[in-house]
């Protein structure tokens, strides 16, 4: 059984550019959750789709958006990055809205130089 | 919104000895209290969760205990191994309630180092 896939695993970008990534659930899972991992920190709740609707979002700017697809796949999108968006992204999925039985994919780093 | 605080920031034991990681947090009504392991690189893993009408779990090595009134919980490992070298996060939530985005507030992380 597959666990969590997130793609690009390492990605480089410029300050301006922006960038998608990807999150695959475990398969029936319906919850998918993003979160962000400044280095030295613990994540940073970001948003939460269930049934591919927003449930929840976190104190990030307009800049920071998200969706999740009729398969349960997400795009988190960060548009004009800064230097201080450079951090590991996580995505978590769970089979319902719910946080027990999370289960965190191995996120993708993201460097703004 | 939730806050969790979480200390020590750096634990060195040596193998053999215990090791307590302690985090206090500020709404009341959070509900569910789970610890993660990072290794470096590594995706966190969840190793062991409490919830709000429970004071005490046990896992093997690894138990947790959460006292409500004081808003703070603590996870404790006993016998620690070269193995159990990594960033703890412990998190609250009070996302078991219908309606609200189930969301977990991390604490700072703490690295335990366990030496032979």
């Known amino acids: 059984d597959a666990g969590v896939t997130q793609s690009p695993t390492h990605l480089i970008k410029t300050r301006g550019q922006h960038v998608t990534l990807r999150c695959s659930p475990i398969s029936g899972h319906k919850s998918v959750s993003w979160y962000q991992q400044v280095l030295g920190q613990g994540p940073q709740f970001i948003f939460q789709?269930?049934?591919?609707?927003?449930?929840g979002r976190g104190n990030f700017p307009d800049r920071f958006s998200a969706r999740q697809f009729p398969n349960y796949s997400s795009e988190l999108n960060v548009n004009a990055l800064l230097l201080g968006d450079s951090a590991l992204y996580l995505c978590?999925?769970?089979?319902?809205?719910?946080?027990?039985?999370?289960?965190f994919g191995s996120g993708t780093r993201l460097t703004v130089v | 919104g939730e806050n969790v605080e979480q200390h020590p920031s750096t634990l060195s034991v040596q193998e053999g000895d215990s090791a307590v990681i302690k985090c206090t947090y500020s709404d009341s009504a959070s509900n569910y209290f789970p610890w993660y392991k990072q290794e470096l690189g590594k995706r966190p893993q969840l190793i062991i969760d409490i919830r709000s009408n429970v004071g005490e779990k046990k896992d093997q090595r690894i138990a947790v205990t959460l006292n409500k009134t004081a808003k703070h919980f603590s996870l404790h490992i006993t016998e620690t191994q070269p193995e159990d070298s990594a960033v703890y996060f412990c998190?609250?939530?009070?996302?078991?309630?219908?309606?609200?985005?189930?969301?977990?507030?991390f604490g700072t992380g703490t690295r335990l180092q366990v030496t032979l």
């Open positions: 998190a609250a939530t009070l996302g078991e309630n219908t309606g609200t985005a189930s969301k977990l507030t």
């Open positions: 978590a999925s769970s089979l319902a809205d719910r946080v027990n039985g999370y289960t």
């Open positions: 789709y269930y049934e591919k609707e927003e449930r």
